[in-house]
């Protein structure tokens, strides 16, 4: 089991279509796919074997007919016989036509519901289950394709990157902390109104040995290209608060580190609006804010 | 976008230049926003019928049955009416959602999730009235296959009212699980968008932790085609158990053949005009007119044209068969319907059964909201008035005509099916408030087809 997971979003799903085709072709494993409906021709694409749910409801089924035939065969012919009218009462061949109604709905009621019971034991679906999709939009318009990273991130990266992506974040698996908060945070700062160019804050994934990482401030320009530079902090990543862009006062030093976020911030939105009014380059953007440090 | 393509004189399915994510925006802003104040109305009359309901029930069981109409010519009126009344509207959820996705109309995505929603409701309402006709409904229980040490006998298998027993909880309870598995992936966009943790928490809870893997959604659609392939039939066989009560009788004017058939296609032709009643009101009150288009409403004005004539048809073909059957007492039954005192109930299922319904002829009439409205009303009061001519007026006038005698019903007959209303429309309400109102999981996927930006684009393409 991999420790380490890429994380590639699509916003389309003809663009994941033709992202698993890439990554197929290039040979990396995709474990698991997280989409918000049924993506036609996904399941042939990731040689998911064919579900035997139908099987089992026709198992079922067969099961509810002779559950009907033997109990109705004990009650009325067995264990009761009664003379109505002189109908044909103690032979369950020739009084089955009438018998015919219960025997037919029990064999729905039996392949329907112990069909639906092994879907949600084997899909494991029930009441107090908590969801598993890493990102909650995939059940709203993104799709997301987890892959399992051994020795081969930089391949899998640049084989994403070179398809119609939405996002990619790299999770660690083993890290207590919230998979959430684990994601490349520039989404949350997109202030796609504002101009082309989003800046945030991103984690970079390797820890230092105290459990600290390396601040990182990302430039996304549209939806293709993408860098990042270091900011200089390091910073414990679960005193972060990624709403407000601060650390909580639990964090050593945290008000030093505080002030010179906030530092940061203003040169971030200040460098936007020079971006907006064509000052800077989205190449040179990174010097605007990083000049002095 | 070759594999979205679909025929361009298909009419779309989904306007307003909807992407994805606007569908869910569309589909949760019920559920997240707040009631105003006509839904508080709407639904206060609806308590209060409800809570009046309760009373004539309390009223009903306390004191006996002798509080209704009924006498000893007519022994069933009111509520069995009332039964296969409620049992035939709760039939066009399970044929919206199963038969046409066997059928593979596209349309159905749009309504399938409030006509299923409708069918669980109506059927709660028919499951009541058996149940209060027992008299003693603390033995309800007593219906079920339990051994003779009771006191009693097994039951009948033999009997059409314990076949109905079979056919009516099979149907409710698969419908409810067809109904809630489709729900599962629409309850998780909105655990998914929840903010405030109650509603998360209630949302987590009712979605079964649903995540939407490639292999869940397999099974899901693996799941809804076998249920569509297992409720289909189920569907027909429920309306012609339930008309297995009237036609192995020997009463002249039930025991014909043609029931099953007559059933079937009478509830159908009920359910889907309340859809269309239901609808009609919906799409307006929670902003769906872009899922639930003009063209919806065509489409099911159309199954109401077809239903309808082909219930015209049986009640022609039971008049020429009584004429034909050369059986006095057959003869008699159906002349004493359209002339007999009860000619006005006749005549009034009639009008709005085989008449109305043949106005869906004429395009403007059935592109027309406010006439689709009316029309789906009174195919409604209509389809009451059927159930009524069948069981009362065969049973008020037998072989013995010194027993011959009228009904009329008591205000607790009155009251009760009141308040199946009431509570009909208290569930739906509250529905609509709290449950993702459309299959957006399956809208999505015919958005790319169907859709009306994507077929302007492809239009454009190929000049």
Known sequence: MAEKFIHAVYDDDDKLIDAVKDLKKNKITIEEVFTPFPVHGLDHLLDLKPTRLAIAAFIYGCTGLTFGLLMINYIMIVDWPQNIGGKPSFSIIENLPAFVPVIFELTVFFAAHLMVITFYLRSRLWPFKDAENPIPETTDDKFLIQIPVYDNESKIKAVIKKTDFYDISVIKEDSNEDIQEERNNAQGNVQLLESDLTIGFVFHSRKYSDGSSNLRIQFTKGRGLQYAKNSGLRIFRKYWISKKNEVSNKHPESKKINNLLSNLKDRISLTKKMFVEGNVSYEEAYKEILIND | ?463
């Open chain 2, 1 to 463: 976008m070759g594999s979205h393509y679909e025929a361009p004189i298909r009419k779309p399915l989904v306007t307003g230049n909807k992407t994805y994510h606007q569908i869910s925006v569309d589909v949760a802003r019920p559920v997240e926003g707040s009631a105003n104040k006509q839904w508080w109305i709407v639904f206060g009359i609806a308590l209060a019928l409800f809570v009046w309901g309760i009373g004539c029930i309390i009223y009903t069981i306390s004191t006996g049955i002798g509080t209704w109409g009924l006498n000893k010519t007519v022994g069933w009126a009111w509520d069995i009416t009332n039964f296969v009344w409620w049992v035939g509207i709760g039939h066009a959820g399970t044929l919206i959602s199963a038969v046409l996705l066997l059928f593979r109309q596209k349309w159905r995505m749009g309504i399938n999730r409030s006509a299923e929603a409708m069918t669980i409701f109506s059927v709660i309402q028919a499951g009541l009235f058996p149940i209060i006709h027992m008299g003693r409904p603390w033995l309800a229980y007593w219906i079920v296959p339990i051994p003779n040490q009771f006191g009693s006998l097994w039951v009948n298998f033999n009997s059409p009212l314990l076949w109905d027993v079979f056919a009516i909880s099979t149907y409710l309870t698969v419908s409810l699980v067809f109904w809630w598995t489709g729900l599962l992936p629409d309850f998780a966009m909105i655990r998914d968008r929840a903010i405030k943790p109650f509603q998360k928490k209630i949302y987590s809870l009712v979605s079964f932790g649903w995540s939407g893997r490639a292999k869940d959604w397999q099974r899901f659609e693996e799941v809804s085609l076998v249920l569509a392939g297992l409720a289909t039939p189920l569907v027909l066989s429920v309306h012609t158990i339930v008309s297995f009560d009237f036609a192995t009788s020997v009463i002249p004017g039930w025991h014909t053949t043609i029931f099953p058939p007559y059933f079937v296609a009478g509830a159908i032709f009920s359910g889907f005009a309340m859809v269309n009643t239901l609808l009609i009101v919906m799409r307006k009150v929670c902003s769906l007119e872009d899922y639930i288009t003009i063209q919806h409403i065509e489409l099911m004005n159309i199954v109401i044209m077809i239903t309808g004539s082909i219930v015209g048809c049986a009640y022609i073909t039971e008049l020429f068969i009584a004429w034909y059957s050369g059986v006095e007492y057959e003869q008699y039954a159906f002349l004493n319907r359209a002339t007999g005192p009860y000619w006005w109930a006749y005549w009034a299922m009639m009008t709005c059964n085989v008449f109305s319904p043949q106005f869906m002829w004429i395009k403007r009439l059935r592109t027309s909201i406010v006439f689709s409205f009316v029309i789906s009303i009174v195919v409604n009061i209509g389809m009451w008035f059927e159930r009524f001519v069948i069981i009362v007026t065969s049973l008020h006038r037998d072989y013995l005509p010194s027993s011959w005698t009228m009904f009329s019903p008591t205000f607790v007959d009155i009251g009760i099916f009141l308040g199946t209303i009431g509570f009909f429309f208290v569930l739906f309400l509250l529905y609509a408030r709290t449950f993702p109102v459309i299959a957006q999981a399956e809208v999505k996927t015919i958005l790319k087809s169907s859709g009306d930006n994507y077929k302007k684009i492809r239009d454009n393409k190929n000049g």
